[in-house]
T-cell receptor
């Protein structure tokens, strides 16, 4: 099946610093990638939809200037949490859709990145 | 908007069968997905239904009734490793909306 990787798997940073998370589709092309956030014991909440070569579409309530998304190629999307604060500590998960597959609706998830802001 | 309901927790014993229900009310529908998520890990795709009926895949089956806004995930021959959260997700035009998940605990 389709494989999605994320890097780093976990990160601890000081308040006020920026953190970049990478999401890669390893064996397929993904014209669309998604970024989710999950707080403990809560469901995944979609933050934004990332389309290759165009601006990301953010969900209501998600600050686009704080969560910068870049989808520069068909296999890579990045999420940068700028000026991170403790309330940004969460599990960030990306997913990707296989653009070349007949089953274009299924999203395949990366392993997630656990961010802790001190 | 989307409203997705599923039970918060369920318990079952090893070797048994368990059915996890999901009801939804949506403004758009492009398929219903079930994912498995172990604690601290990302979700893993289990099944996808877009037409009414039952989809069987090994020990896991998923059912959909679009007219009733209802789906269930059926797990047979439960194993300890099946202890996880099971997420029901509804596909919209291009995105997924997840339910809060059902935590399944399988005991010996």
């Amino acid at each position: 099946g389709a494989v999605v990787s994320q890097h780093p798997s976990w990160v601890i940073c000081k308040s006020g610093t920026s953190v970049k998370i990478e999401c890669r589709s390893l064996d397929f092309q993904a014209t669309t990638m998604f970024w989710y956030r999950q707080f403990p014991k809560q469901s995944l909440m979609l933050m934004a939809t990332s389309n290759e070569g165009s601006k990301a579409t953010y969900e209501q309530g998600v600050e686009k200037d704080k969560f910068l998304i870049n989808h520069a190629s068909l296999t890579l999307s990045t999420l940068t949490v700028t000026s991170a604060h403790p309330e940004d500590s969460s599990f960030y998960i990306c997913s990707a859709r296989d653009a070349t597959s007949g089953d274009t609706d299924t999203q395949y998830f990366g392993p997630g990145t656990r961010l802790t802001v001190l | 908007g989307q409203n997705i309901d599923q039970p918060t927790e369920m318990t079952a014993t090893e070797g048994a069968i368990v059915q996890i229900n999901c009801t939804y009310q949506t403004s758009g529908f492009n398929g219903l997905f079930w994912y498995q998520q172990h604690a601290g890990e990302a979700p893993t795709f289990l099944s996808y239904n877009v037409l009414d009926g039952l989809e069987e895949k090994g020990r896991f089956s998923s059912f959909l009734s679009r007219s009733k806004g209802y789906s269930y995930l059926l797990l047979k021959e439960l194993q300890m490793k099946d202890s996880a959260s099971y997420l029901c997700a509804v596909g919209g035009y291009s995105t997924l909306t997840f339910g809060k998940g059902t935590m399944l605990l399988v005991s010996p």
